[in-house]
């Protein structure tokens, strides 16, 4: 009997297949995890990209109601990552602050601010208003931080550009315990086409609760 038992064979399969599960399970929810990162960053940049060119091509001017019209695009978007829950994205009309080139203060201005999102967080580059009368916006704006020499992207000439900086909360699929979450961030950039004038207009009249303002009041996710 005992002599037997030892040449048995039948169950070989299945212990090494219990010894190799746990690694392979490992490895498997490991590329699961970092499939799903890999498109949430897609994503996020996606929305940073969508924001800024929609934002951009609004015509002869822009209202608040564009800007509502922008951002419920956004809310609907990102509705498979829970983007109005974990998100906020920024953006920023920024052009010429107007004073002359030889001017210490010259540089750029963030003309106007709107935002969409209950995560709080706030511009890389000011609030605003940032640069109206002084040189905070000298160069541009940098990856995540106002330029800080030539290299900065800036508005083209007597023209401006919208700036879409979007920050989310990214929550682990399957291993929270290993990873913990993380802030996923984007930027994004685009020229404004067909609109001379840069003011942010309320032709409907729409109160300050309507409107998407930046402050802590105006955290939300619809």
Same mark, same amino acid.
């Given at each position: 009997?005992?002599? =037997?038992?030892?040449?048995?064979?039948?169950?070989?399969?299945?212990? /090494?297949?219990?010894?190799?599960?746990?690694?392979?399970? +490992?490895?498997?929810?490991?590329?699961?995890?970092?499939?799903?990162?890999?498109?949430?960053?897609?994503? @996020?940049?996606?929305?940073?990209?969508?924001?800024? !060119?929609?934002?951009?091509?609004?015509?002869?001017?822009? !209202? /608040?109601? !564009? $800007?509502? #019209? %922008?951002? $419920?695009?956004? =809310? *609907?978007?990102?509705?498979?990552?829970? *983007?109005?829950? =974990?998100?906020?994205?920024?953006?920023?009309?920024? #052009?010429?602050?107007?004073?002359?080139?030889?001017?210490?203060?010259? &540089?750029?201005? @963030?003309?106007?601010?709107?935002? *969409?999102?209950?995560?709080?967080?706030?511009?890389?580059?000011?609030?605003?208003?940032?640069?109206?009368?002084?040189?905070?916006?000298? *160069?541009? @704006?940098? +990856?995540?931080?106002?330029?800080?020499?030539? +290299?900065?992207?800036?508005?083209?000439?007597? &023209?401006?550009?919208? $700036?879409?900086? $979007?920050?989310?909360?990214?929550?682990?699929?399957?291993?929270?315990?290993?990873? &913990?979450?993380? /802030?996923?961030?984007? %930027?994004?950039?685009?020229?404004?086409? !067909?609109?001379?004038?840069?003011?942010?207009?309320?032709?409907?009249?729409?109160?300050?609760?309507?409107? =998407?303002?930046?402050?802590?009041?105006?955290?939300?996710?619809?």
């Amino acid at each position: 009997m005992a002599s =037997r038992l030892l040449r048995e064979r039948t169950g070989l399969a299945m212990i /090494e297949f219990a010894y190799a599960l746990p690694l392979l399970a +490992t490895v498997g929810l490991a590329g699961t995890e970092a499939a799903n990162l890999a498109l949430v960053t897609l994503r @996020i940049n996606q929305m940073a990209m969508l924001a800024a !060119d929609n934002a951009a091509r609004v015509r002869i001017s822009m !209202d /608040e109601t !564009d $800007v509502n #019209e %922008v951002m $419920v695009g956004l =809310r *609907f978007s990102g509705t498979g990552i829970k *983007f109005g829950e =974990r998100g906020r994205v920024i953006i920023s009309d920024i #052009e010429s602050n107007g004073i002359a080139s030889g001017n210490s203060n010259a &540089g750029y201005k @963030i003309t106007w601010q709107r935002c *969409f999102g209950a995560k709080n967080a706030v511009s890389a580059y000011g609030t605003e208003g940032t640069g109206a009368t002084n040189a905070a916006l000298k *160069f541009g @704006i940098g +990856t995540r931080a106002p330029a800080t020499d030539t +290299t900065g992207t800036i508005p083209i000439t007597a &023209g401006a550009m919208i $700036v879409a900086e $979007v920050r989310y909360t990214y929550s682990p699929l399957v291993a929270g315990m290993f990873m &913990g979450n993380r /802030e996923l961030r984007a %930027v994004q950039t685009f020229p404004v086409r !067909d609109r001379a004038g840069q003011a942010l207009t309320n032709s409907t009249g729409m109160n300050d609760t309507a409107r =998407r303002l930046c402050d802590a009041a105006h955290l939300g996710s619809t």
